[in-house]
T-cell receptor, first 113, second 107 residues
Framework: GAGVSQTPSNKVTEKGKYVELRCDPI?????LYWYRQSLGQGPEFLIY????????DSGLPNDRFFAVRPEGSVSTLKIQRTERGDSAVYLC???????????FGPGTRLTVL | GENVEQHPSTLSVQEGDSAVIKCTYS??????FPWYKQELGKRPQLIID?????GEKKDQRIAVTLNKTAKHFSLHITETQPEDSAVYFC??????FGAGTRLTVKP
């Protein structure tokens, strides 16, 4: 079956712009996670959804970052007023409940010029 | 969230030797302990996990041991092969990852 997909695969934007990153989880997976990963670092937790609600958003670095999952399936990570320090690979993962094995998407590489 | 610390940060072994990576955690109520492998340019993938009702779990050359009293769990890879070279991450029950261990297996 289909795995986790993320779009776009690459996004180049200018400092100060707004970006949206999309994640399509595995069908039926109730838990969805967003991470960001910089080169040579581990995945940094951003936010976790259980169904439609954000069960833990304590990893969001500041109020420029926001994520939604309105129907309990697809999720969108939104970043306002992007900064060069936001450049990273943004990973999405889903699982059948929590805690359980996470299945990761291929990531979106965000570059802020 | 759960505080997970991972050691060592890098590990180099000869092919055929064993490798051990250790993680300590802070929340004594944690019950789920996964290990992920990330090859260069690829996404993390689960290689083994353990729940607190057992002390050890094995899958071929890979094993995980859990010491709930000391609050640590370890990944053991036996008979290492060059294709085991990757970065390995432990995670806590809240799915926050450790800093990673870069394992290099020299042929």
């Amino acid at each position: 079956g289909a795995g986790v997909s993320q779009t776009p695969s690459n996004k180049v934007t200018e400092k100060g712009k707004y970006v949206e990153l999309r994640c399509d989880p595995i069908s039926g997976h109730t838990a969805l996670y967003w991470y960001r990963q910089s080169l040579g670092q581990g995945p940094e937790f951003l936010i976790y959804f259980q169904g439609t609600g954000a069960a833990d958003d304590s990893g969001l670095p500041n109020d420029r970052f926001f994520a939604v999952r309105p129907e309990g399936s697809v999720s969108t990570l939104k970043i306002q007023r992007t900064e060069r320090g936001d450049s990273a690979v943004y990973l999405c993962a889903s699982s059948l409940g929590q805690p359980n094995e996470q299945f990761f998407g291929p990531g979106t590489r965000l570059t802020v010029l | 969230g759960e505080n997970v610390e991972q050691h060592p940060s890098t590990l180099s072994v000869q092919e055929g030797d064993s490798a051990v990576i250790k993680c300590t955690y802070s929340d004594s109520a944690s019950n789920y302990f996964p290990w992920y492998k990330q090859e260069l340019g690829k996404r993390p993938q689960l290689i083994i996990d353990i729940r607190s009702n057992v002390g050890e779990k094995k899958d071929q050359r890979i094993a995980v041991t859990l010491n709930k009293t000391a609050k640590h769990f370890s990944l053991h890879i036996t008979e290492t092969q060059p294709e085991d070279s990757a970065v390995y991450f432990c995670a806590g029950e809240d799915m926050r990852f450790g800093a990673g261990t870069r394992l290099t297996v020299k042929p």
